[in-house]
């Protein structure tokens, strides 16, 4: 059964930068088939689209974060990462990692989730 | 970024039947048949089900459906049970540079 767990500190500064982990476990990053997306949800409002990886394809970001964010991978160690830099407290979110399969338009597997908060 | 639309609160009664629905536009739940429905207790992983509007994965209760008229998606949750209280959101693809966007969640009360 594929697992999704993201990780990352909790707490960051307004205008640094926040760095987050997705670790796949069940199943390979590597595998062109799917898509690796991460997902966020401020308190008490809904969830935000942020931006999508697929191994040896450009990755896509939402266009009003697309300045501020980039995805990265380690395949040797089955992740996936999210750096979204000059936050503000309008960053202080949920933030959730998912899979898409390629062609499909929904999100099969999510990670739980990580409560991240923007405050000096 | 618009959200899709849904009650804030749907509560019901063991054994009955509750629908809950997901207001888009013609650019996102009523142009495409990409409309899909998640499941979310607290503190767990968003559980996907339904996706395509109707369609349910494998392991999915049979006691959850979807359909879509218009711009308007519906998830109805039939013979309620304790367990499906928890938090429910839509999505849709979107015509827009976006790709996706996600309904506003409803709470579902089994009373």
């Known amino acids: 059964q594929l697992q999704l767990q993201e990780s990352g500190p909790g707490l960051v500064k307004p205008s640094e930068t926040l760095s987050l982990t997705c670790t796949v476990s069940?199943?390979?990053?590597?595998?062109?088939?799917?898509?690796w997306e991460w997902i966020r949800q401020p308190p008490g409002k809904g969830l935000e689209w942020i931006g999508s990886?697929?191994?040896?394809?450009?990755?896509d970001y939402n266009p009003s974060l697309k300045s501020r964010i980039a995805i990265s991978v380690d395949t040797s160690k089955n992740q996936f990462s999210l750096r979204l830099s000059s936050v503000t407290a309008a960053d202080s979110a949920v933030y959730y990692c998912?899979?898409?399969?390629?062609?499909?338009?929904?999100?099969?597997?999510w990670g739980q989730g990580t409560l991240v908060t923007v405050s000096s | 970024q618009s959200a899709l639309t849904q009650p804030a609160s749907v509560s019901g009664s063991p054994g009955q039947s509750i629908t809950i629905s997901c207001t888009g536009t013609?650019?996102?739940?009523?142009?495409?048949?990409?409309v899909s429905w998640y499941q979310q207790h607290p503190g767990k992983a968003p559980k996907l089900l339904i996706y395509?509007?109707?369609n349910r994965p494998s392991g999915v209760s049979n006691r959850f459906s979807g359909s879509k008229s218009g711009n308007t998606a519906s998830l109805t949750i039939s013979g309620l049970q304790a367990e499906d209280e928890a938090d429910y959101f839509c999505?849709?693809?979107?015509?827009?540079?976006?790709?996706?966007?996600f309904g506003t969640g409803t709470k579902v009360t089994v009373l």
């Open positions: 999505s849709s693809f979107t015509s827009t540079s976006i790709h996706y966007v």
């Open positions: 998912a899979r898409r399969d390629l062609g499909e338009y929904f999100f099969d597997f």
């Open positions: 395509d509007v109707s």
């Open positions: 013609s650019s996102d739940v009523g142009g495409y048949d990409s």
């Open positions: 069940g199943g390979s990053i590597t595998n062109s088939i799917y898509y």
């Open positions: 990886f697929c191994y040896g394809e450009t990755n």
